[in-house]
C-alpha cells in the first residue's frame, strides 16, 4: 500500500516535469502506480519537449552502451581466437620444423656409420640443421664439429670463408677444424669468384647415439608414410 505522501511527492514531481519512469525510480514505487496516481496532471508542451529530448539522449546514450558492449565482446573473441591461432601455428610450425630436420638429414646426412653428419653448401640449411638439433636434441653449439671443403683455387680465401659460416651458423673462428682443399683436374672458373663458400660439413661430437635416435625417426617417417599410401585408396 503506497503511502499518501508518495502519492502527493508524485503529482509535484511531474507538475515539475518530471517522466513517470523517473518519478517511480525516485519515489521507488511501481510505474504502474505513478501513472494511475498523475493521469490527471498535464504537462505543458515545453515540458513534453524536454521529456522527449531526454528520451531521445538516453536513447542514443543506450545504444552507443550497447554498440560499445557489443564492439569490446567482438574484441575479446577476435583476441580468443588470435590467441588460439598463434598457439595452433606454434605447434603446426614446430612440427613442421621437426619434420623439415628429418626430411633434410633423409636427404643430406650421413645415413651408414655411427657418427652425425650433414654436408650442404647452402647457408640456410646448414644453420636450421644447427637451430634444429640445438631445439630438438638439446645440442650445443660447443659440440659442433665444423669443417669446410673448398676448391684448392680458392686457397687464397680460405680465412674469409671461415669467417662466413662463422657468421652464419654464430660458431667461433676458433672451432673451425682444419680446411679441405679439394683439387681439380681441370681449373674451374668461378663467374662469382667472391661469393664462393664451398661445402659446409656438419658433424657433432661423440654423437653415437645422436646418429642412431634420428635414423630411428628417419626410418619411422619413411615407413609411416609407405603404410599411408599403401591404405590411401584401401
Not at 107 to 114: F, P
Not at 136 to 141: G, L, Q
Not at 160 to 176: A, G
Request: hydrophobic content about 35%; glycine content about 6%.
Amino acid at each position: 500500500m503506497a503511502k499518501p505522501q508518495q502519492k502527493t511527492d508524485s503529482w509535484r514531481m511531474r507538475r515539475n516535469g518530471m517522466s513517470i519512469g523517473e518519478i517511480s525510480k525516485q519515489l521507488k514505487v511501481s510505474k504502474s502506480s505513478v501513472s494511475e496516481w498523475c493521469k490527471e496532471i498535464r504537462l505543458t508542451r515545453k515540458q513534453t519537449r524536454n521529456l522527449k529530448n531526454i528520451s531521445v539522449a538516453h536513447g542514443l546514450i543506450g545504444r552507443q552502451i550497447g554498440s560499445q558492449i557489443q564492439k569490446d565482446k567482438k574484441i575479446k573473441i577476435i583476441k580468443f581466437y588470435e590467441d588460439v591461432g598463434k598457439k595452433k601455428i606454434a605447434n603446426e610450425i614446430s612440427r613442421g620444423f621437426f619434420m623439415l630436420g628429418i626430411g633434410l638429414y633423409l636427404g643430406e646426412g650421413n645415413k651408414n656409420g655411427n657418427r652425425f653428419q650433414m654436408t650442404n653448401s647452402n647457408p640456410y640449411i646448414i644453420k636450421s640443421m644447427i637451430e634444429w638439433l640445438s631445439e630438438f636434441f638439446n645440442t650445443k653449439t660447443e659440440s659442433v664439429i665444423p669443417r669446410i671443403m673448398i676448391n684448392e683455387s680458392h686457397k687464397d680465401r680460405e680465412l674469409s670463408v671461415i669467417r662466413f659460416w662463422s657468421k652464419t651458423t654464430n660458431i667461433p673462428v676458433s672451432q673451425f677444424r682444419k680446411t679441405v682443399f679439394i683439387k681439380s683436374k681441370h681449373k674451374k672458373v668461378y663467374e662469382n669468384r667472391d661469393f664462393y663458400f664451398g661445402t659446409f660439413v656438419l658433424r657433432i661430437e661423440k654423437s653415437s647415439r645422436l646418429q642412431y635416435e634420428i635414423l630411428g625417426l628417419c626410418k619411422a617417417t619413411l615407413e609411416y608414410f609407405r603404410y599411408q599410401k599403401q591404405n590411401r585408396f584401401v
